[in-house]
């Protein structure tokens, strides 16, 4: 084995210090995404202490047989640890803009679907045309809101169901005479 000069243990040393320097930014970055505030002093030194003492062995054992791919290797390796994240994260941002956009479903869709396979199974359940009523007067479809509250009415002829029924009549109604759906504003008692 070669005897170890000075310039070896030198850049060993640094090499080691600037690895564990790169392993503690990397860990304060990911501290900071993770709402932590900083990371823990024990983590850091554990990190930063590992980090030195494999990257000088290894440095220690290549760069005597081969100093300028000890060296290359070193500085490509640094390289990657601060360049290749930020430009991981632009990548995913420019697949995440190329990607197509989601057809924008009406938000109470899932719910018309699991009523839906509700009526499959059991074809003779006021509940699920009840509730398939109020989903589409939500939603401002009051054709199908008063086509679902009449077999609710005709499944379960309640007291709560006709009123359903004349309370979506109504509202149909005031939409046709307000196209744009402005609504009277009702002055209230006394005025």
Same mark, same amino acid.
């Not at 197509?100 to 359940?125: C, G, H, T, W, Y």
């Given at each position: *084995?070669?005897?170890?000069?000075? +310039?070896?243990?030198?850049? %060993?040393?640094?090499?080691?210090? /600037?690895?564990? +320097?790169?392993?503690?930014?990397?860990? +304060?970055? #990911? /501290?900071?995404?993770?709402?932590? &505030? #900083?990371?823990?002093?024990?983590?850091?030194?554990?990190?930063?202490?590992?980090?030195?003492?494999?990257?000088?062995?290894?440095?220690?054992?290549?760069?005597? =047989?081969?100093? !300028? &791919?000890? =060296?290359?290797?070193?500085? =490509?390796?640094?390289? /990657?640890?601060?360049?290749?994240?930020?430009?991981?994260? !632009?990548?995913?941002?420019?697949?995440?803009?190329?990607?197509? #956009? =989601?057809?924008? *479903?009406?938000?109470?869709?899932?719910?018309?679907?699991?009523?839906?396979? *509700?009526?499959?199974?059991?074809?003779?359940?006021?509940? %699920?045309?009840?509730?398939?009523?109020?989903?589409?007067?939500?939603?401002?479809?009051?054709?199908?809101?008063?086509?679902?509250?009449?077999?609710?009415?005709?499944?379960?002829?309640?007291?709560?169901?006709?009123?359903?029924?004349?309370?979506? !009549?109504?509202?149909?109604?005031?939409?046709?005479?307000?196209? @744009? +759906?402005?609504?009277?504003? @009702?002055?209230?008692?006394?005025?």
């Amino acid at each position: *084995m070669q005897e170890t000069t000075f +310039g070896v243990i030198l850049f %060993c040393s640094l090499s080691g210090l /600037a690895f564990s +320097g790169a392993a503690l930014w990397v860990l +304060g970055r #990911k /501290a900071k995404v993770s709402s932590r &505030a #900083k990371a823990r002093f024990p983590d850091a030194f554990l990190a930063g202490s590992v980090t030195f003492t494999l990257v000088y062995l290894l440095n220690r054992l290549a760069f005597p =047989a081969r100093p !300028k &791919a000890t =060296a290359a290797l070193n500085l =490509a390796l640094l390289a /990657a640890i601060f360049f290749l994240p930020p430009l991981i994260r !632009k990548g995913r941002k420019m697949l995440r803009r190329l990607r197509p #956009k =989601a057809v924008k *479903m009406n938000p109470r869709q899932s719910e018309i679907e699991a009523l839906s396979r *509700m009526f499959r199974q059991d074809p003779l359940n006021a509940f %699920c045309h009840e509730k398939l009523s109020e989903i589409y007067g939500e939603t401002g479809e009051y054709g199908k809101a008063l086509a679902a509250a009449y077999e609710a009415a005709k499944l379960d002829p309640s007291v709560k169901n006709k009123s359903r029924i004349e309370d979506l !009549k109504k509202e149909a109604h005031e939409k046709k005479r307000h196209k @744009d +759906g402005w609504k009277p504003r @009702d002055p209230g008692p006394g005025r």
